[in-house]
């Protein structure tokens, strides 16, 4: 079936120090893969996607690579800031379902 | 541009009453869904309309009935609240299914507590 696995979190950085935020999956087929951002209060919104394997999309300063090989899609950033404190979801595209992680809560301190 | 709209945006109800939450979307999408978000478990899909006129279960339906009513809207109704349907609910929408590389839409949610 399929699946998205991200690290647990809450994760606390300091601003300006770099981000990882791990993402595997487990699918048939070729799905597309997605990071989304939920801040407090809101829906959730699109961060980046990349639709086939060794595609990087990239937003904002964050980025993720499709690692067909390693089935992942980690998120990183190589200088957050607070306003980048939030919940960080990611997700797969298979046939007419989105499946999503659980969720990473990020949180940059000054 | 709106995008999806959901409604009410709070809504407090008690054991077995009956509700509908509202969703529509004014960007001539074909698909629309219906998540809950619980803490710690991420979202999961209750019901989905891959295309206007279809309706299927997702992961968690119990409890639920969906009505795609048009193309803009779809809504989800609780027929006899149960306090385990406490939760955040949040509407999508996308272009189309199937193996498409667009992204979902999502609503700002409707936060639901059940007493």
Known sequence: GNSVTQMEGPVTLSEEAFLTINC????????????????????LQ??????????KGSNKGFEATYRKETTSF???????????SAVYFCALSARNQFYFGTGTSLTVIP | NAGVT???????????????????QDMNHNSMYW????????????????SEGTTDKGEVPNGYNVSRLNKREFS?????????QTSVYFCASRPEGGYSNQPQHFGDGTRLSIL
Do not use: N
């Open chain 2, 6 to 24: 959901q409604t009410p945006k709070f809504q407090v109800l008690k054991t077995g009453q009956s509700m509908t939450l509202q969703c529509a």
């Open chain 1, 24 to 43: 595997t999956y487990t699918a048939t087929g070729y799905p597309s893969l997605f990071w989304y951002v939920q801040y407090p209060g809101e829906g």
């Open chain 2, 76 to 84: 989800l109704r609780l027929e006899s609240a149960a306090p385990s």
């Open chain 1, 74 to 84: 980690h998120l990183e950033k190589g200088s957050v800031q607070v306003s980048d």
């Open chain 2, 35 to 50: 998540y809950r978000q619980d803490p710690g478990m991420g979202l999961r899909l209750i019901y989905y309309s891959a």
């Open chain 1, 46 to 55: 699109l961060l980046l996607k990349a639709t086939k394997a060794d595609d």
